[in-house]
């Protein structure tokens, strides 16, 4: 059963950066696309950036694109979210999550089947 573990959340200042990663454990031979969202308190959840199963071809919401760069390591079956210029309106759960079905990158979170548990990101001002 695949399963996605997220770490690298913390409590940051404004300005500051930090690096997320999703390590996918158990059946990854279908891992195709993966992506981020998020999950601020009261709002719904997010799409933040996606990464196509080649990870040459990637897609950002407006809202992190420049500040944000989704990566992945397919021989460590991980990828990454760097964010740069945090902003306290980036305070929220972030969550990765894999697709089984699709290769591309895709902002639609109902593509996707397999969901990490979230990481916590809080940025002060």
């Known amino acids: 059963q695949l399963q996605l573990v997220e770490s690298g959340g913390g409590l940051v200042q404004a300005g500051d950066s930090l690096r997320l990663s999703c390590a996918a454990s158990?059946?990854?031979?279908?891992?195709?696309?993966m992506g981020w969202f998020r999950q601020a308190p009261g709002k719904e959840r997010e799409f933040v950036a996606a990464i196509n199963r080649s990870g040459y071809s990637t897609v950002y919401a407006d809202s992190v694109k420049g500040r944000c760069t989704i990566s992945r390591d397919n021989a460590k079956n991980t990828v990454y979210l760097q964010m740069d210029s945090l902003k306290p309106e980036d305070t929220a759960v972030y969550y990765c999550a894999v697709s089984l079905r699709r290769l591309g990158a895709t902002r639609a979170s109902n593509e996707y089947d397999v969901w990490g548990q979230g990481t916590q990101v809080t940025v002060s001002s």
């Open positions: 158990g059946r990854t031979d279908s891992n195709y696309a």
